[in-house]
Nanobody, 123 residues
């Protein structure tokens, strides 16, 4: 079952912005913390940012984000977002969202990944 579906990737020029979305279905969204990860060919998938189940806590990988990205979630829409500003060519990657359960009796799997959305930053 496909629990998470990302969208919003694409081609953007350096200095531009994109907002990625990840819609969850088939799970109780607030049972999960959510995170965004990215991966380039030949490298391991890396964490970019995470947000707690009710959005009160966020964490960023500063070496990647450097104040440029914002993670947020709308629990009414079962959606997590990644607002990305000042994009650079090194941000080119496939971006994945991940759900990780944080309750003792979840309604779904312990974790789930989306299929990914390609972000390409280039002239």
């Amino acid at each position: 079952q496909e629990y998470l579906v990302e969208s919003g990737g694409g081609l953007v020029q350096p200095g531009g912005s994109l907002t990625l979305s990840c819609v969850a279905s088939g799970i109780t969204f607030t049972d999960y913390s959510m995170s965004w990860h990215r991966q380039v060919p030949g490298k391991e998938r890396e964490l970019v940012a995470s947000i707690s189940r009710f959005g009160r806590g966020t964490n960023y990988i500063d070496s990647i984000v450097n104040g440029r990205f914002t993670i947020s979630r709308d629990n009414d829409k079962n959606t997590v977002y990644l607002q990305m500003n000042s994009l650079q060519p090194e941000d080119t990657a496939v971006y994945f969202c991940k759900a990780k359960v944080v309750v003792l009796e979840p309604s779904g799997p312990a974790e789930a990944w989306g299929q990914g959305t390609q972000v390409t930053v280039s002239w």
